[in-house]
């Protein structure tokens, strides 16, 4: 994929952080510095660590890493959101960590291109673990110049849960799959005070969902080329926000989604106060067991006409990734242990029945004890896939894109302007 940002870029978008006064944000540049001298200490920076699905099973696998390397020590950098700022951060005072775990998304996408992290493709064959890697993980991983930018972990499955005893005590016998029995239903949830989807029409969860219906009359390659040019003229991407109007002013949507977030999202659905969210797999590991014994996983319904035979889900093999910095390089002995260590089949399945994420690698254990990821994870060909947007958005898009995402959420603004608002975010860009 093409970068939009030059080496200059990157270094101009990071001038007003990039001193060493910014450094205590990485908790503490002292203990950076001296880790980035210690061969005997590799250092991490990850968003595992906070309330992040996995956060605990990473914890306690890297305790079982030091158990078995006695001679090498995991120092862990914790940052949430922030992380990609942060590390640019300490990478242009050549004071980052030797690897990053962080998912392949916005500031991410140009971090090979411009050499704040390296190619790692030579090591994955060298160490011995291609095969490991789901084919398309490595798909997802690998920039249009044939560099892997970084060594594929988390996936996600991104389908769309139902709670069917809200669906029933409103009347509604089934599922819906089609956009009329989605609006026939959201009335009848409506009259019995229950919001029908919630989304976070303020946030990426609604941005991901809003691009799920564009794509409804878009095939893979034309919303590929939507999303990386900007341009939404074409006849299957004005017919898809033709929809996304059609649903959202005929109520499908809670009241001001325009303002939600991912966690009013995910707090509505698992109160049962809305009946129907889309939820990527780590939303649907923390459904609690009741609405959990009857939430139903399928797709997005569909309208007449559309590209697709079957309801759809989005799924990413690019959640969560090691990427190997330059400093990492002086240290390959210690990544290469870390990395066979973390790909270890007794290791990825921790993660799979421990904290229910799902794996860009060759497994085949399954979540069983979070039984909502573990339906996503056997949806198989019953549901049809549409395009994850993230890998094609410029990354100086991807903010203005929730911008306009919010615009496109407000009942009453006509497809056009919603249409000229998905173009403007790409023209600011």
Same mark, same amino acid.
């Given at each position: 994929?093409?970068?939009?940002?030059?080496?200059?870029?990157?270094?101009?978008?990071g001038?007003?952080?990039?001193t060493?006064?910014?450094?205590?944000?990485?908790?503490?540049?002292?203990?950076?510095?001296?880790?980035?001298?210690?061969?005997?200490?590799?250092?991490?920076?990850?968003?595992?660590?906070?309330?992040?699905?996995?956060?605990a099973?990473?914890?306690?696998?890297?305790?079982?890493?030091?158990k078995?390397n006695?001679?090498?020590?995991?120092?862990?950098?914790?940052?949430?959101?922030?992380?990609?700022?942060?590390?640019?951060?300490?990478r242009?005072?050549?004071?980052?960590?030797?690897?990053?775990?962080?998912?392949?998304?916005?500031?991410?996408?140009?971090?090979?291109?411009v050499?704040?992290?390296?190619?790692?493709?030579?090591?994955?064959?060298d160490?011995?673990?291609?095969?490991r890697?789901?084919?398309?993980?490595?798909?997802?991983?690998?920039?249009?110049?044939?560099r892997?930018?970084?060594f594929?972990?988390?996936?996600?499955?991104?389908?769309?849960?139902?709670?069917?005893?809200?669906?029933?005590r409103?009347?509604?016998?089934?599922?819906?799959?089609?956009?009329?029995?989605?609006?026939?239903?959201?009335?009848?949830?409506?009259?019995?005070g229950?919001a029908?989807?919630?989304?976070?029409?303020?946030?990426?969860?609604?941005?991901?969902?809003?691009a799920q219906?564009?794509?409804?009359?878009?095939?893979?390659?034309?919303?590929?080329?939507?999303?990386?040019?900007?341009?939404?003229?074409?006849r299957?991407?004005?017919?898809?926000?033709?929809?996304? $109007?059609? !649903?959202? *002013?005929?109520? +499908?949507?809670?009241d001001?989604?325009?303002? @939600?977030?991912?966690? #009013?999202? &995910?707090?509505?659905?698992?109160?049962?106060?809305?009946?129907?969210?889309?939820?990527?797999s780590?939303?649907?590991?923390?459904?609690?067991?009741?609405?959990?014994?009857?939430?139903?996983?399928?797709?997005?319904?569909?309208?007449?006409?559309?590209?697709?035979?079957?309801?759809?889900?989005?799924?990413?093999?690019?959640?969560?990734?090691?990427?190997?910095?330059p400093?990492?390089?002086?240290?390959?002995?210690?990544v290469?242990?870390?990395?066979?260590?973390?790909?270890?089949?007794?290791v990825?399945?921790?993660?799979?029945?421990?904290?229910?994420?799902?794996?860009?690698?060759?497994?085949?254990?399954?979540?069983?004890?979070?039984?909502?990821?573990?339906?996503a994870?056997?949806?198989?060909?019953?549901v049809?896939? $549409?395009? !994850?947007? *993230?890998?094609? +958005?410029?990354?100086?898009?991807?903010?203005? @894109?929730?911008?306009? #995402?919010? &615009?496109?959420?407000?009942?009453?603004?006509?497809?056009?302007?919603?249409?000229?608002?998905?173009?403007?975010?790409?023209?600011?860009a």
């Amino acid at each position: 994929m093409r970068s939009s940002l030059s080496r200059r870029g990157f270094m101009a978008a990071g001038s007003g952080l990039a001193t060493a006064a910014a450094l205590p944000a990485l908790s503490g540049c002292s203990t950076l510095a001296s880790a980035d001298s210690d061969p005997g200490t590799l250092l991490v920076h990850t968003q595992l660590g906070t309330t992040a699905p996995g956060s605990a099973t990473y914890t306690a696998v890297v305790k079982a890493f030091h158990k078995e390397n006695p001679g090498l020590r995991v120092k862990n950098l914790v940052n949430g959101d922030d992380l990609p700022q942060v590390y640019e951060t300490s990478r242009l005072a050549r004071k980052e960590p030797d690897v990053v775990m962080v998912n392949l998304y916005d500031k991410t996408l140009a971090w090979t291109d411009v050499g704040a992290t390296v190619d790692v493709k030579g090591y994955l064959d060298d160490w011995g673990l291609r095969e490991r890697v789901l084919p398309a993980a490595l798909e997802e991983w690998t920039d249009s110049k044939g560099r892997l930018r970084a060594f594929p972990y988390f996936a996600t499955n991104w389908p769309v849960a139902y709670n069917t005893a809200l669906l029933e005590r409103a009347g509604v016998d089934s599922v819906p799959t089609t956009g009329d029995q989605l609006i026939g239903a959201a009335r009848k949830l409506r009259a019995k005070g229950v919001a029908p989807v919630t989304v976070g029409g303020n946030d990426w969860t609604g941005q991901k969902l809003l691009a799920q219906i564009i794509q409804t009359f878009l095939t893979p390659d034309e919303a590929r080329k939507v999303y990386t040019t900007g341009d939404f003229s074409n006849r299957g991407a004005r017919e898809g926000i033709d929809y996304f $109007v059609q !649903l959202r *002013d005929a109520g +499908v949507f809670a009241d001001k989604a325009e303002g @939600l977030t991912s966690d #009013t999202m &995910t707090t509505q659905y698992n109160t049962e106060a809305a009946a129907i969210q889309s939820a990527m797999s780590s939303a649907l590991a923390k459904v609690p067991a009741g609405p959990a014994g009857h939430t139903e996983i399928g797709g997005w319904p569909l309208a007449p006409g559309a590209s697709h035979s079957k309801p759809t889900i989005l799924r990413s093999y690019t959640l969560i990734g090691f990427w190997i910095s330059p400093n990492g390089v002086r240290k390959l002995p210690s990544v290469e242990k870390f990395l066979r260590f973390m790909y270890r089949p007794d290791v990825v399945s921790r993660f799979i029945t421990e904290s229910g994420r799902d794996m860009a690698l060759v497994t085949d254990t399954v979540s069983k004890e979070f039984p909502l990821v573990a339906k996503a994870q056997q949806l198989g060909d019953r549901v049809g896939q $549409v395009l !994850l947007p *993230d890998l094609y +958005v410029p990354p100086t898009a991807t903010q203005p @894109l929730i911008t306009a #995402t919010s &615009t496109a959420f407000t009942r009453g603004t006509s497809a056009a302007a919603v249409r000229s608002a998905l173009e403007s975010a790409y023209r600011t860009a």
